[in-house]
T-cell receptor, first 112, second 115 residues
């Protein structure tokens, strides 16, 4: 079983739609969580950190459920420019040192 | 600031050849790392460094060497390339490597094909 699992998609949605991705992680000691965005043939870039209380950044909302060990990302009012692969990332180190584990990513395609 | 830069962008090697992938950052970051990204797999950590003169192995270090003689540069060496090393390689850096929310900045990647 992979330490971080994501549905690879693709998720095909029309512009303006709301779409949600989930990610599960297996290491219960994991301390911090992130969503990264990766455009085709480009490098990953941090989209947002995921806090225990949930957090929002414009059209993006991230949630963490420690009991069930999953993380979610909700995108509202999808734009064409949201088309990308979204990587779920978990820091497994309990001391705070960066030992990031990356999911394989969920591909999103937003169409006109 | 250029951020994290990598050269070359693309490279084709024959089995057994050696090469060095270059990585540099101009943000005065202490922590630098190398990942490889393969289809169907998440990015996997090859080696990392927490400062000049200090390196350590990641998840998949076999076949790769690193050194860190300056804060800015963190080259990755393939001593004898194998087809299994065909991948996209990303270099990343962050301020210290510590902190639950410290952001990692990635370079644009090097696409390597080993024949």
């Amino acid at each position: 079983r992979k330490e971080v699992e994501q549905d690879p998609g693709p998720f095909n949605v029309p512009e303006g739609a709301t779409v949600a991705f989930n990610c599960t992680y297996s290491n219960s000691a994991s301390q911090s969580f992130f969503w990264y965005r990766q455009d085709c043939r480009k490098e990953p870039k941090l989209l947002m950190s995921v806090y225990s209380s949930g957090n929002e950044d414009g059209r993006f909302t991230a949630q963490l459920n420690r009991a069930s060990q999953y993380i979610s990302l909700l995108i509202r009012d999808s734009k064409l420019s949201d088309s990308a692969t979204y990587l779920c990332v978990v820091n497994r180190d309990q001391t705070g040192f960066q030992k990031l584990v990356f999911g394989t990513g969920t591909r999103l395609l937003v169409s006109p | 600031n250029a951020g994290v830069t990598q050269t070359p962008k693309f490279q084709v090697l024959k089995t057994g050849q050696s090469m060095t992938l270059q990585c540099a950052q101009d943000m005065n970051h202490e922590y630098m790392s190398w990942y490889r990204q393969d289809p169907g797999m998440g990015l996997r950590l090859i080696h990392y460094s927490v400062g000049a003169g200090i390196t350590d192995q990641g998840e998949v270090p076999n076949g790769y060497n690193v050194s860190r003689s300056t804060t800015e540069d963190f080259p990755l060496r393939l001593l004898s390339a194998a087809p299994s090393q065909t991948s996209v390689y990303f270099c990343a850096s962050s301020r210290t490597g510590w902190g639950l929310e410290e952001t990692q900045y990635f370079g644009p990647g090097t696409r390597l094909l080993v024949l």
